[in-house]
Protein backbone atom coordinates (compact mmCIF):
# COMPACT_ATOMS: atom_id res chain seq x y z
CA UNK A 1 0.00 0.00 0.00
CA UNK A 2 1.18 2.74 -0.61
CA UNK A 3 2.01 6.00 1.58
CA UNK A 4 3.56 9.25 1.77
CA UNK A 5 5.31 10.41 4.97
CA UNK A 6 6.43 14.51 5.47
CA UNK A 7 9.77 15.24 7.37
CA UNK A 8 11.39 18.32 8.24
CA UNK A 9 11.71 21.38 10.67
CA UNK A 10 8.25 22.17 13.12
CA UNK A 11 9.68 25.63 13.36
CA UNK A 12 11.15 28.04 10.28
CA UNK A 13 12.62 32.16 11.55
CA UNK A 14 11.23 34.66 9.38
CA UNK A 15 13.15 35.22 6.10
CA UNK A 16 14.83 32.22 6.19
CA UNK A 17 14.02 29.09 3.77
CA UNK A 18 11.45 26.27 4.72
CA UNK A 19 12.71 22.74 3.72
CA UNK A 20 10.43 19.85 3.46
CA UNK A 21 10.82 16.52 2.45
CA UNK A 22 8.17 13.31 1.55
CA UNK A 23 8.93 9.57 1.04
CA UNK A 24 6.85 7.49 -0.57
CA UNK A 25 6.86 4.02 0.08
CA UNK A 26 5.17 0.58 -0.69
CA UNK A 27 5.10 2.07 -4.45
CA UNK A 28 7.81 3.80 -7.06
CA UNK A 29 7.98 7.62 -7.49
CA UNK A 30 8.38 6.90 -11.27
CA UNK A 31 4.97 6.88 -12.04
CA UNK A 32 2.41 10.14 -12.05
CA UNK A 33 3.19 13.36 -10.49
CA UNK A 34 3.73 14.56 -6.78
CA UNK A 35 2.58 17.38 -5.41
CA UNK A 36 3.18 20.01 -2.51
CA UNK A 37 -0.21 21.06 -0.98
CA UNK A 38 -0.75 23.20 2.26
CA UNK A 39 -3.69 24.55 4.41
CA UNK A 40 -3.10 27.58 7.12
CA UNK A 41 -5.05 27.76 10.06
CA UNK A 42 -8.79 28.37 9.74
CA UNK A 43 -7.81 28.58 5.54
CA UNK A 44 -8.28 26.11 2.94
CA UNK A 45 -6.29 23.88 0.71
CA UNK A 46 -3.68 25.51 -1.39
CA UNK A 47 -1.62 23.41 -4.17
CA UNK A 48 1.87 24.05 -4.28
CA UNK A 49 3.77 22.49 -7.14
CA UNK A 50 4.36 19.19 -8.60
CA UNK A 51 6.95 17.29 -9.93
CA UNK A 52 7.41 14.01 -12.51
CA UNK A 53 9.89 11.61 -11.98
CA UNK A 54 11.84 13.52 -14.83
CA UNK A 55 12.07 16.22 -13.47
CA UNK A 56 9.01 18.45 -15.74
CA UNK A 57 7.64 20.68 -13.04
CA UNK A 58 4.60 22.96 -11.98
CA UNK A 59 4.39 25.82 -9.71
CA UNK A 60 1.51 28.09 -8.23
CA UNK A 61 2.14 31.27 -9.83
CA UNK A 62 1.34 32.48 -6.46
CA UNK A 63 4.12 30.78 -4.94
CA UNK A 64 6.58 30.65 -8.03
CA UNK A 65 8.85 33.01 -7.25
CA UNK A 66 9.77 31.64 -3.74
CA UNK A 67 9.02 27.99 -4.54
CA UNK A 68 11.34 25.03 -5.69
CA UNK A 69 10.53 21.25 -6.02
CA UNK A 70 13.17 18.49 -6.51
CA UNK A 71 12.41 14.73 -7.01
CA UNK A 72 15.14 12.14 -6.07
CA UNK A 73 14.11 9.24 -7.76
CA UNK A 74 17.13 6.72 -5.64
CA UNK A 75 16.19 7.86 -2.51
CA UNK A 76 11.79 7.72 -3.30
CA UNK A 77 11.59 11.54 -2.01
CA UNK A 78 10.65 14.56 -3.11
CA UNK A 79 11.43 17.59 -1.40
CA UNK A 80 9.64 21.38 -1.35
CA UNK A 81 11.93 24.73 -0.68
CA UNK A 82 9.94 27.83 0.45
CA UNK A 83 12.09 30.50 0.47
CA UNK A 84 11.84 34.15 2.14
CA UNK A 85 9.21 32.69 4.56
CA UNK A 86 6.86 34.87 6.61
CA UNK A 87 4.15 34.29 9.47
CA UNK A 88 1.78 33.82 6.43
CA UNK A 89 3.30 30.52 5.28
CA UNK A 90 2.49 28.74 8.28
CA UNK A 91 0.40 25.88 7.57
CA UNK A 92 0.22 22.38 7.57
CA UNK A 93 2.01 21.11 4.72
CA UNK A 94 1.10 17.66 3.12
CA UNK A 95 2.36 16.11 -0.01
CA UNK A 96 0.35 13.99 -2.47
CA UNK A 97 0.43 11.79 -5.57
CA UNK A 98 -1.64 13.36 -8.57
CA UNK A 99 -3.22 11.91 -11.13
CA UNK A 100 -4.50 14.25 -14.08
CA UNK A 101 -7.97 12.21 -14.61
CA UNK A 102 -8.19 11.69 -10.69
CA UNK A 103 -6.51 14.51 -8.57
CA UNK A 104 -4.83 13.55 -5.77
CA UNK A 105 -5.56 10.31 -4.55
CA UNK A 106 -3.21 9.25 -1.80
CA UNK A 107 -1.85 11.80 0.56
CA UNK A 108 0.64 11.87 3.63
CA UNK A 109 -0.47 12.88 6.93
CA UNK A 110 1.22 16.32 6.83
CA UNK A 111 3.42 18.18 9.24
CA UNK A 112 2.68 21.74 10.68
CA UNK A 113 5.15 24.21 9.82
CA UNK A 114 5.31 27.12 12.23
CA UNK A 115 7.30 30.59 11.44
CA UNK A 116 8.25 32.01 14.63
CA UNK A 117 11.30 34.15 15.55
CA UNK B 1 -7.14 30.94 -11.27
CA UNK B 2 -10.82 28.91 -11.31
CA UNK B 3 -12.63 30.01 -7.48
CA UNK B 4 -14.77 27.15 -5.97
CA UNK B 5 -17.38 27.96 -3.55
CA UNK B 6 -19.08 25.54 -1.45
CA UNK B 7 -22.05 25.87 0.48
CA UNK B 8 -23.23 25.79 2.97
CA UNK B 9 -20.28 26.32 5.15
CA UNK B 10 -21.69 24.12 8.09
CA UNK B 11 -24.47 21.23 7.64
CA UNK B 12 -25.71 20.00 10.60
CA UNK B 13 -27.19 16.22 10.41
CA UNK B 14 -28.74 13.72 12.11
CA UNK B 15 -27.34 9.97 12.11
CA UNK B 16 -29.02 7.86 9.49
CA UNK B 17 -30.24 10.93 7.65
CA UNK B 18 -29.35 12.53 4.16
CA UNK B 19 -26.47 15.02 3.36
CA UNK B 20 -26.30 16.87 0.53
CA UNK B 21 -23.39 19.55 -0.02
CA UNK B 22 -23.17 21.75 -2.58
CA UNK B 23 -19.72 23.20 -4.80
CA UNK B 24 -19.73 25.71 -7.81
CA UNK B 25 -16.75 26.40 -9.68
CA UNK B 26 -16.31 30.38 -11.37
CA UNK B 27 -15.72 28.84 -14.67
CA UNK B 28 -16.74 25.50 -16.72
CA UNK B 29 -14.18 22.12 -15.18
CA UNK B 30 -16.05 19.91 -17.01
CA UNK B 31 -16.13 16.65 -15.20
CA UNK B 32 -12.90 17.48 -13.91
CA UNK B 33 -13.86 17.64 -10.29
CA UNK B 34 -12.87 15.61 -6.64
CA UNK B 35 -14.47 15.51 -3.59
CA UNK B 36 -12.41 15.03 -0.51
CA UNK B 37 -13.37 14.12 2.80
CA UNK B 38 -10.95 15.54 6.20
CA UNK B 39 -10.44 14.41 9.30
CA UNK B 40 -8.57 16.35 11.78
CA UNK B 41 -5.08 14.98 12.36
CA UNK B 42 -5.27 12.83 8.89
CA UNK B 43 -5.03 13.03 5.64
CA UNK B 44 -7.48 14.31 3.39
CA UNK B 45 -9.34 10.96 1.93
CA UNK B 46 -10.50 10.98 -1.95
CA UNK B 47 -13.80 10.10 -2.43
CA UNK B 48 -14.73 10.92 -5.66
CA UNK B 49 -13.24 12.04 -8.76
CA UNK B 50 -14.19 12.72 -12.24
CA UNK B 51 -17.45 14.40 -10.64
CA UNK B 52 -18.79 10.78 -9.99
CA UNK B 53 -16.43 7.86 -9.78
CA UNK B 54 -16.07 6.60 -6.09
CA UNK B 55 -12.40 5.98 -5.66
CA UNK B 56 -11.45 2.66 -4.06
CA UNK B 57 -12.87 1.00 -0.78
CA UNK B 58 -15.17 4.39 -0.90
CA UNK B 59 -18.73 3.04 0.06
CA UNK B 60 -21.74 3.04 -1.87
CA UNK B 61 -23.46 5.58 0.18
CA UNK B 62 -21.13 8.38 -1.23
CA UNK B 63 -22.38 9.44 -4.49
CA UNK B 64 -21.11 12.05 -6.70
CA UNK B 65 -22.86 14.35 -9.54
CA UNK B 66 -23.06 17.47 -11.33
CA UNK B 67 -20.86 18.89 -14.61
CA UNK B 68 -19.61 22.35 -16.05
CA UNK B 69 -20.14 24.28 -12.70
CA UNK B 70 -22.67 22.58 -10.38
CA UNK B 71 -21.29 19.93 -8.52
CA UNK B 72 -23.12 17.92 -5.46
CA UNK B 73 -21.97 15.30 -3.03
CA UNK B 74 -24.48 13.25 -1.16
CA UNK B 75 -23.90 10.87 1.41
CA UNK B 76 -27.32 8.91 1.65
CA UNK B 77 -27.54 8.07 5.37
CA UNK B 78 -24.71 9.56 7.62
CA UNK B 79 -22.96 7.27 9.85
CA UNK B 80 -21.08 8.47 12.76
CA UNK B 81 -17.61 8.10 11.12
CA UNK B 82 -18.49 10.26 7.48
CA UNK B 83 -19.05 13.62 10.35
CA UNK B 84 -15.62 15.24 9.16
CA UNK B 85 -14.61 18.18 6.79
CA UNK B 86 -15.27 17.91 2.73
CA UNK B 87 -13.46 19.59 -0.15
CA UNK B 88 -14.51 19.59 -3.39
CA UNK B 89 -11.43 20.59 -5.89
CA UNK B 90 -10.89 21.07 -9.89
CA UNK B 91 -8.67 19.76 -11.45
CA UNK B 92 -9.40 20.82 -15.16
CA UNK B 93 -6.84 23.61 -15.06
CA UNK B 94 -3.70 24.56 -13.60
CA UNK B 95 -3.85 25.70 -10.41
CA UNK B 96 -5.71 23.20 -9.26
CA UNK B 97 -7.75 24.42 -6.63
CA UNK B 98 -10.15 23.75 -3.80
CA UNK B 99 -13.46 25.02 -2.43
CA UNK B 100 -13.14 26.17 1.60
CA UNK B 101 -14.85 23.47 2.65
CA UNK B 102 -18.41 21.74 4.42
CA UNK B 103 -18.25 20.89 7.97
CA UNK B 104 -20.57 17.86 8.54
CA UNK B 105 -21.59 17.78 11.87
CA UNK B 106 -24.17 15.96 14.23
CA UNK B 107 -27.16 17.35 14.46
Known amino acids: QLQLHESGPGLVKPSETLSLTCTVS????????WSWLRQPPGKGLEWIAY???????NYNPSLKSRVAISVDTSKNHFSLKLSSVTAADTAVYYC???????????WGQGTMVTVSS | EIVMTQSPATLSVSPGERATLSCRASQSVSSNLAWYQHKPGQAPRLLIYGASTRATGIPARFSGSGSATEFTLTISSLQSEDFALYYCQQYNNWPWTFGQGTKVEIK
Open chain 1, 26 to 33: GGSINSYF
Open chain 1, 96 to 106: ARGRSSVAFDV
Open chain 1, 51 to 57: IYNSGNT
